[in-house]
C-alpha cells in the first residue's frame, strides 16, 4: 500500500513539474573599454533571448551605463537606464528588438542589441533610426549578424 502511495505521489509531481514554466534565464553582457571588436564595446553585443529573460549589464570597466535608445524599442516596452558605473538587470517582456548604448561613449559606436523572441517584427522601424556614424556603423553589423 505505502509503494503504491509512493508512486501515485511520484507521478503526480511528474506532472505537476511538467506543466510548470520554465525558469527565466539571465545573460551577462559586460561594458567594456577594450573587447575582442575593439573600443568601447559590449560583449556580447548581441544577445538573443526568450521573453522574460533578463539581461545584466555589467561595467567590468569603471564609467559606463547602459540604457534603451528612444525610438528602438518594441511597441509597449519600457524604456530603462542603468546608473553610471553599476550594474544593472533588465528583464524583456515584450518580444521584439532593442537598441542599448553607453550614453558617455554612444559617439564612440558603443552600442548592443537584444532580440527577445524569435522573430521581432520591429527591425526595420530601427534600422530607420538615424544614428551617429559609429553606432551607425556597428548597428548595421549587428542586423547583417542577426540576418544570417
Known amino acids: 500500500m505505502n509503494l503504491t502511495k509512493l508512486a501515485l505521489g511520484a507521478a503526480a509531481f511528474m506532472l505537476v513539474a ?57 511597441a509597449g516596452a519600457q524604456p530603462f537606464k542603468g546608473e553610471m558605473s553599476q550594474p544593472v538587470t533588465v528583464t524583456f517582456d515584450v518580444p521584439g528588438a532593442y537598441g542599448v548604448k553607453c550614453a558617455p561613449h554612444y559617439g564612440m559606436g558603443m552600442v548592443a542589441l537584444v532580440v527577445v523572441g524569435d522573430n521581432p517584427t520591429n527591425l526595420d522601424a530601427l534600422k530607420a533610426v538615424k544614428q551617429p556614424k559609429r553606432p551607425a556603423e556597428r548597428f548595421e553589423h549587428l542586423f547583417e549578424e542577426l540576418e544570417h
Open 18 to 74: 511538467g506543466t510548470l514554466p520554465a525558469m527565466a534565464a539571465n545573460f551577462e553582457v559586460k561594458m567594456l573599454n577594450k573587447g575582442a571588436a575593439g573600443a568601447m564595446v559590449f560583449e556580447p553585443d548581441l544577445v538573443k533571448i526568450a521573453p522574460g529573460d533578463t539581461v545584466t549589464f555589467v561595467p567590468t570597466d569603471k564609467g559606463h551605463d547602459a540604457q534603451s535608445i528612444p525610438d528602438m524599442l518594441p
